[in-house]
């Protein structure tokens, strides 16, 4: 009996691995096949966005309310924003901001086609954005991308303000592994019950640069923003590339202060309160995040050394803008912000707060969860709630993936990836 359970366990794994390597190849064929539309577009004439656009542009815009920068100071609210949708580092919650402002207000958001990212890991490229032409404008770029300015700029009004958000190097190396380890090979063949661990006390033995999705292994922000993800943290190269996205970044929010970073961003686009309220989206249980010891996190900080200089420098940039902005100031409106959240909190979700993805009783509100497991949290909107609360409530409860289908999206490619995954790991 033993043997007939471990003969069907053994067939159950041989199916799973034959359907996945069917799965990536049916992925790799049809990105091969977008891409070359790509290409071909890519060929033709290429323009910025033209002035005789951005006029057209800001006649379809609803006038936002207007802020206050201080008690003397009047300022008109930003709708020109490129977000540099960083990966692990709160980014989701940021994006529903994002959404809910440029919906509201009838912005022009440059959307990819077919999925929810532009390409990625490929560098970012106009052509990349759904039925886009040589001249054509948007309001808001802030879709997961490998950042590339040049390319982005030709999407945007000249005045357009760019924002990112980065996470301590550790948290988000600990948070990436876990997510994506499925998909990266090099993990596959790391033995023990704590894999990072393992993979830590002994990174060169597992790890090779040129290996597929490789790059969620070692300084993913750097990646992220385009650069070389395996330079050490002593090549100059590394603060050159800081002190590049210091030129072109208006603001860069740090997670760890998400509201202090939010109170940051309302001043620096000239909006309200009621802008920046925001629900945690994207969680995980805390049962799947891994406690490093202090050995472990140095020999992560050492691993992702980029990563945590590229985080140093804009943690202090982060904290001199609060002591210009003031820090009794400071206190005040983050205290006012999470008063509001709460208050928004009560009204629009059940008493149990985030729960298990099994939990979730409307699906409309599941969010995305990593190959072969169900670690992401979301919520149960409240039954009951108020008929003036109700949209907004569904609005900032709604995760990524439903958002941009709300937001006329056709993510097939996406949905055709969540079905084969999912295919997979029922089998």
């Not at 590229?310 to 400071?330: C, I, P």
Request: net charge positive; aromatic share 12%.
């Amino acid at each position: 009996m033993m043997c007939g359970m471990k003969g069907k366990k053994g067939t159950l794994v041989i199916r799973g691995l034959i359907l996945w390597v069917l799965l990536t190849n049916i992925m790799l064929v049809l990105y091969c096949l977008t891409n070359v539309t790509q290409v071909k577009i890519r060929g033709s004439q290429e323009d910025t966005c033209a002035l005789s656009m951005v006029k057209l542009l800001k006649q379809n815009v609803t006038t936002p309310a207007q802020s206050t920068k201080s008690q003397s100071e009047e300022c008109s609210p930003t709708v020109d924003i490129m977000f540099m949708k960083t990966h692990k580092t709160a980014s989701s919650t940021l994006l529903n901001i994002l959404f809910r402002f440029g919906e509201k207000h009838n912005l022009k958001f440059a959307f990819p086609a077919g999925r929810n990212d532009f390409f990625y890991p490929s560098p970012f490229q106009c052509s990349q954005v759904k039925d886009y032409r040589p001249g054509d404008c948007f309001n808001i770029v802030c879709n997961h991308m490998r950042f590339d300015h040049q390319e982005v700029a030709k999407l945007l009004p000249q005045d357009a303000v760019y924002i990112t958000i980065l996470r301590d190097p550790v948290a988000l190396f600990e948070s990436s592994f876990h997510y994506y380890h499925r998909a990266v090979p090099l993990t596959w063949r790391i033995n023990g019950k704590d894999k990072l661990a393992e993979f830590l006390n002994s990174p060169q033995t597992y790890y090779s640069p040129d290996a597929f999705n490789s790059f969620y292994l070692k300084n993913l922000l750097f990646f992220d923003f385009g650069f070389d993800n395996n330079l050490e943290a002593d090549d100059p190269r590394v603060m050159r590339h800081i002190h590049y996205l210091s030129k072109h970044f208006d603001l860069v929010l740090i997670s760890e202060y998400f509201e202090e970073s939010l109170i940051l961003l309302k001043d620096t686009l000239c909006w309200t309160m009621e802008d920046i309220l925001f629900f945690k989206l994207n969680a995980r249980r805390s049962s799947s995040v891994s406690r490093l010891t202090p050995e472990l996190r140095a020999k992560a900080l050492q691993w992702n050394g980029a990563d945590w200089r590229l985080y140093l420098h804009f943690n202090a940039t982060l904290w001199a803008r609060v002591e210009a902005y003031g820090r009794e100031r400071m206190k005040q409106e983050v205290n006012e912000l999470r008063r509001r959240n709460a208050e928004m909190e009560a009204i629009c979700i059940e008493d149990e707060g985030a729960v298990e993805a099994r939990k979730i009783q409307n699906r409309r509100f599941l969010p995305w969860q990593p190959v072969g497991e169900s670690s992401i949290l979301g919520y149960n909107m409240k039954k009951n709630t108020d008929p003036k609360y109700r949209t907004i409530c569904e609005k900032m409860l709604t995760p990524e993936i439903q958002y941009l289908s709300d937001l006329g999206v056709s993510l097939w490619l996406t949905r055709l990836w969540g079905w084969l995954k999912d295919a997979v790991f029922i089998v």
